[in-house]
């Protein structure tokens, strides 16, 4: 039977839907590329969606347990595969084995160094030059041209973020830019004993591969790696000159790097051993039409920032949290040094000196414990620290003041609670300021912040609600 919606109806109906397929030449050339090798994306199709960009949307509907992807080892390029094709690497490995044993490079360099080098031979052929072009060049296509990862953020943006944050972006720029000059001192080495020009032989690339790497280039590189790859043991690399470490299981897989992440997506990625392929299986249902979601785990918005470059508002996010300091809380009591350095190590003991926060559901267990020893101690009902430590840990108070105690915790976890949100709401005007006066290329960093701000301060919100209704410390007795 004939559908009874008219035209009209459809068109309303196209209307409505929060995407548009991708036309990208380029990724139908990459598809077209793996399907060669018996890659299968089977109900999955490239669109522009609104909001999260660039992503996967399912053409029927999947249901749990499908593959939805699977993607053969050849095109898989992990660390192995990037020492075996680049001769950066390769060069720069031969130091270690002919020059001097203590040189030696990571799996992040390798995957790097490789990356640049595809480019720079693909932005050469494209400028008419005979360079040969590697294979890869369908993917290296396909690769953002930019990010907005952390690495790549002005600096006069990055003081908006949280302090904690900002410690780790700051760290995570100077490995970075400590890699740059590293790799470079290496490839000059590299040069001047003649490995790099025996590698590269006569097909032109040693004129490409001579020339310094940019901290743009690398940034780039490093970006691709860090966001966009997957974890695998299948092919672990056993090069000489290669430095263990985590990256040397690290993987970028083209067309499945197209996914975005959602806190609800629930699914099974891992490289069939059988197969020799890397499969990703939905464990969600998911409609027609809806974009196709993977899981980068069980990470808060926070989190996502620093080492994606993005937040996700798709659901509330049970794992965001805004972070409580120890200071925070010794500020409010008046302890001699030596008692303060005792509760110290006693958390410390049990494991109790870290997750001070507040999170959507109340104060971590963590944070509550902690203030609840620090009334205890400031109330003159301790003899023995450690029992009862060991007694708060059994939700047990003792006996002699536990309702004054719990009351005045109540009191001091409501003011640095109403401390913490004056603060939060400090940085959302700062960020609404920076808004209007930043570059445009600043603005969607900014409102990511800004995000991340609002983020903190709702779950302030509902933790001040729940103090002020005197539902926390209900376990104790």
Known sequence: MRSARGRTSR?????????????????????????????????????????????????????????ILSTPCEVLIGVAKACRESHWVKSVLGLHSSIDKNIQITGIHALCLFLIEERRKLNSAEKGSNVPIGKWDKYVKVLPDHFTHPVCWNSDVLCLLPSDLLRKVVSTRSQVEGQVKLINKLICVAAKHKLLQKLCGRDGTFG???????????????CCVNTRCVYSDHDPPTLKGLQPSEADNYFLVPFLDLLNHSVGARVEAKYNKLSKKFEIKTLNSVKKYSQVFIHYGAHSNGFLLTEYGFIDESQTNYDDNVPCQWRDLLENHN??????????????????????????????????????????????????????????????????????????????????CTKKREFVTGFITRCNRQLVICKPNDKLIVEMISKLWNIYNNIIKINCELINSNQCFCDFS
Request: proline share 3%.
């Open 11 to 67: 068109q309303r109906k196209r209307k409505d839907r929060d995407f548009f397929k991708e036309v990208d030449k380029n990724l139908i050339d990459l598809q077209r590329w793996m399907k060669t090798v018996s890659f299968k994306a089977d109900g999955l199709a490239v669109a522009e969606f609104k909001g999260t960009g660039r992503g996967l949307i399912a053409k029927k509907n999947l249901y749990p347990g499908d593959v």
């Open 335 to 416: 302890f001699e040094e030596n008692v303060a350095d005792m509760m110290t190590s006693l958390l410390e003991k049990y494991s109790i000196n870290g997750g001070l926060c507040f999170t959507y559901v109340a104060p971590s267990w963590s944070l509550s414990i902690t203030l609840l020893l620090l009334q205890l101690f400031a109330s003159d009902c301790v003899d023995n620290p450690e029992a009862t430590f060991l007694s708060l840990l059994a939700y047990k108070l003792p006996s002699k003041h536990c309702q004054e105690v719990l009351e005045s915790a109540r009191r001091i976890l409501l003011r640095i």
């Open 208 to 222: 490409l591969l001579q020339e310094e790497i940019s901290a743009e280039e690398y940034k780039w590189a490093w």
